[in-house]
């Protein structure tokens, strides 16, 4: 019996996803549990495995569509079945106020497939119209359609029963004549107050500035949308930039004896785990060790409570292609080095491979952003809400330092704390910096 891929739900707030590309052609044999596509959400580029063995038939999914999540996008046959018999398998059409059946466009046969999106539209709209009089649409697209002045009763919804998604509102949007929106001057208002309360909302807050900055009269490379993680990571970083005050504090680490640790330990961990020990590794241990005994750097802010966590989750930012995904070590405070490396190794290969789930990148509650294979040498960042804390880490450079009234060359690593100074006082981010440097300077306890 043949077997329905749908667009998979991975996120508890996931209303739909971004196809990215097929990892199997149409016709291909395909096994239960190997990679069969990719999709975007909010928080990564995620492959999707095949649910069944079989053949891959009824591919109607294409790169950069929205498709809503359990909607069919293909199937997966058994050998000998064809999607004719797939066709007449479906139910049939019951005529009913509150049940509306209809088959999966890619049974429909090749000419209608292939007919122009013009002619099929108006047949598309008419079995799409919800039958009670009721305009059928979720909580985001009718927040959406209000922010944008769309009547919901002029956008056809491609959800089970016309329900209408925020894709849908959005393309009305790029579509309808000017005529079809709120008139310009009605919507002034909405929108200046929307702009007044930007450091609460943070849509507003990315988006309004924009609005009005004159765009530079230049030839265009690409138009790429701001969607998925990059969407996400903007929302993030407009909120904690408008809503926690930031303060930073550096000092330079004398990492001699971490590079000696390392050195000695790195073949047995590799004859061990299989990996190699890495300074983000050794940096990860020591910070885990040093945050249990500075709470306020591992907490974060709820309503008028400040919340201490007693785990420690850390997260470790990780550049994915041109974004940037934070995969999380849990319980970080009970893994000894060599369970870092392992954990750490697993996170970033599964996450270069676009094969972390979404929960593997969400909870941290502190995290460590390392640009030092980059070459940089010293930065600041933002702190991930709901954190209290990010710490940002440069390459570590031979540099002249004077020790016991000489000039000697040490190798020394630049360490930035960023904090919320509505949870941490610049005392308190001081403390935590100080006995990390002591720790990193004295790693042995480490091991």
């Not at 928080?43 to 591919?59: F, Q, R, T, W, Y």
């Not at 000039?407 to 005392?427: E, F, K, Q, S």
Request: proline content about 7%.
């Amino acid at each position: 019996m043949a077997m329905e891929v749908i667009m998979p739900k991975v996120d508890m707030v996931m209303d739909d996803g971004t196809f990215v590309e097929w990892l199997k052609d149409e016709g291909d044999q395909v096994k239960k549990g190997e990679p069969l596509f990719i999709i975007l959400t909010d928080k990564a580029n995620i492959e999707i495995e095949s649910p069944a063995d079989g053949v891959l038939a009824g591919v109607c999914a294409q790169p950069g569509d929205v498709v809503p999540v359990t909607e069919v996008i293909a199937y997966v046959l058994e050998p000998g079945e064809s999607l004719s018999d797939v066709a007449q398998a479906q139910p049939a059409v019951v005529p009913s106020a509150e049940v509306e059946v209809s088959v999966p466009s890619a049974l429909l046969p090749v000419a209608a497939e292939r007919a122009p999106e013009r002619e099929r539209a108006p047949e598309r709209e008419t079995a799409q119209e919800p039958t009670d009089g009721k305009v059928r649409a979720t909580p985001v697209a009718r927040r959406l359609a209000a922010e944008l002045g769309i009547d919901l009763a002029q956008v056809t919804g491609r959800g089970p029963r016309g329900r209408i998604h925020k894709a849908d509102v959005l393309a009305f949007a790029e579509r309808a004549p000017e005529r079809e929106r709120a008139p310009e001057r009605e919507r002034a208002p909405e929108r200046e107050r929307q702009q007044v309360a930007a450091p609460a909302g943070v849509a507003a807050a990315a988006i309004a500035p924009a609005l009005r900055v004159p765009l530079p009269e230049a030839r265009e490379r690409e138009v790429i949308p701001l969607a998925g993680p990059r969407k996400i990571i903007a929302e993030r970083m407009v909120y904690s930039a408008f809503t926690a005050p930031h303060i930073s504090l550096s000092l330079r680490v004398d990492m001699s004896e971490a590079t000696r640790l390392r050195a000695r330990l790195l073949e047995s961990l590799q004859a061990k785990t299989g990996q190699r020990l890495s300074f983000t590794a050794i940096l990860a241990r020591a910070v885990a060790a040093v945050l249990s005994q500075h709470p306020y750097l591992n907490a974060s802010l709820r309503d008028s409570d400040i919340v201490l966590w007693d785990d420690i989750h850390l997260g470790i930012a990780t550049s994915v292609d041109d974004y940037l995904i934070v995969p999380v070590v849990r319980e970080a405070q009970h893994k000894s080095l060599e369970q870092i490396v392992t954990v750490l190794a697993d996170l970033t290969e599964r996450a270069r491979a676009k094969r972390l789930t979404p929960a593997e990148m969400a909870g941290s509650t502190f995290t460590i952003s390392n640009l030092g294979m980059f070459g940089i040498e010293s930065f600041t960042a933002i702190v991930n809400p709901p954190e209290s804390a990010i710490l940002a880490v440069g390459r570590i450079v031979d540099t002249q330092v004077a020790v016991d009234g000489e000039v000697v060359l040490r190798p020394m690593m630049n360490v930035t704390i960023c904090t919320d100074h509505r949870v941490v006082d610049g005392a308190t981010a001081a403390r935590f910096l100080s006995d990390l440097k002591a720790t990193l300077e004295n790693p042995y306890l480490l091991i």
